[in-house]
């Protein structure tokens, strides 16, 4: 999989990069275990959309330094509780336009 922080995020020095990018795959390891547990592999389309939704919980957009924590697991865990309510929020109001499109759209 070719995923290039250095293109992600300029910001950060070539040495944080190589950090970053160790620290990422740690995470992917472990989202991808969680995946697909059964599967020692996954299709490289799968491994990098694992990767965004690990930096969109990180917030790594926003700070990129959020990539050099030295404590990268608490902070994923955190950005997880910190989405958690807005993806309750966004399956409700999926299943309210469903439901919206089905009676009414017709």
């Not at 969109?56 to 955190?78: E, I, K």
Request: proline share 6%; with cysteine; hydrophobic share 40%.
């Amino acid at each position: 999989m070719s995923f290039d922080l250095t293109l992600l995020f300029p910001s950060l020095s070539p040495e944080d990069t190589l950090c970053a990018q160790e620290a990422l795959w740690v995470l992917l390891k472990q989202q991808a275990r969680l995946y697909a547990p059964d599967s020692t592999s996954l299709p490289a389309e799968t491994a990098a959309a694992l990767a965004e939704s690990i930096l969109l919980t990180l917030g790594a957009g926003r700070n990129p330094a959020v990539l050099l924590s030295t404590d990268l697991h608490t902070d994923f865990r955190q950005g997880q509780r910190r989405l958690s309510p807005k993806l309750t929020l966004s399956q409700h109001l999926l299943r309210d336009y469903n439901l919206y499109t089905y009676f009414f759209a017709k």
